[in-house]
């Protein structure tokens, strides 16, 4: 029979960094009580008379090391990473011989690393001018986009209202940040009327904020 290829990886929580040396030493212990004589861990790359051994050093050491003495702190720290290593060893061993089963690898005496959660991606809001504002120059036109989390360019679009209300081609101009952004060249006295949308990893959205603006 197939393994499920949708099941769940077991990880071993094995980071040690920043775990205090009695803490270390607990979780060393209880890892080797886990596995001693562990039916289902049966084929233990690690010696564990050594790995047993090892921790009872490095206990003694903790003891040794709390008067402050550099030497007693050096070999204490020395065996610390001796013992990770037969740690780390242990607990990628239990990864692969509990056949991805919980119940069975926490019986190794180690803990499951919690899984990452990823945050889907969340659809912007619609999409805003801080304002617009005259140039420069003459012909000239200033638009600063809001600020929005999540988006990774804004689009803005203006055309000239010409009579009747009749908008004519549009033109559009893309920023990847929310800065300030100069049009030129427009025409004197005309009306434009400006627009913009933001885009995300979920795509664009709708054209929004539509402003009106006489250029000067």
Known sequence: MKANSTATKIKAKLGLHGVSDPDAAKAFMTSYQGLLNNPK???????????KSGIDQFAALIIDAEDGGKKAISAKDKQRVAVIKMYTQLGHYAEAACNDDLATFITSGFTQQAPKIRTAPQPLTEAKFVWINRGANSGDVVVLPEKQTGAVAFDVRYALQGTGGVLGPSTIVTVTKAKKVTISG??????YQFQIRALGVLGYTDWMDTKTFVVA
């Not at 861990?41 to 790995?51: I, Q, R």
């Not at 427009?186 to 009306?191: D, F, M, P």
């Open 41 to 51: 861990f049966s084929n233990s790359p690690v010696d564990l008379a050594t790995y």
């Open 186 to 191: 427009l025409t004197l006295a005309g009306i």
